[in-house]
């Protein structure tokens, strides 16, 4: 491949064969977001380091908005905390995106979380500006 005049190796194209042959190469995974066991654990899971794309997607996807990283030990116990007497009225429970509760004489309720609030835990203002849009 021959690259312009004012283009190097450095700042062509990170490709999978790129990312192979310069796995010594520095990436910023902590300016992305990401820990050093996960920067790992995504060489490892890719065989290789990953190219800058690969590197952005993998930011976005293990954030704290798309990944819940510090709620989900908490969120996953959610149903455990269901007793038979409360799944009497449950007409559609955990894992449906609502729960929906037969309140008596043919009506229902209808909880929803709008689970998108949950990066006000790290970034308040666009947190809550993400969760407004997904309720609104």
């Not at 062509?12 to 996960?38: C, F, I, M, N, W």
């Not at 959610?78 to 007793?83: A, K, L, Y």
């Not at 929803?112 to 969760?131: C, D, L, M, R, W």
Request: charged share 20%; hydrophobic share 35%; net charge negative.
């Amino acid at each position: 491949m021959t690259l312009p005049a004012q283009q190097t190796p450095a700042t062509a194209s990170d490709t999978v064969a790129h990312a192979a042959a310069t796995p010594e190469r520095e990436q910023p995974y902590a300016a992305l977001g990401l820990k050093p066991d996960e920067y790992d654990r995504i060489r490892e899971i890719l065989g290789r380091r990953p190219t800058s794309a690969e590197l952005a997607m993998y930011s976005v996807m293990w954030s704290e908005h798309c990944s819940y990283k510090s709620s989900k030990i908490y969120l996953r116990r959610f149903g455990d905390r269901v007793t038979d007497e409360m799944r009497t009225r449950l007409m559609v429970g955990m894992g449906q995106n609502a729960g929906v509760v037969d309140i008596g004489e043919g009506w229902a309720v209808t909880f929803k979380v709008e689970s998108h609030n949950h990066p006000s835990y790290i970034e308040p203002f666009q947190g809550a500006a993400t969760g407004v849009g997904g309720i609104v």
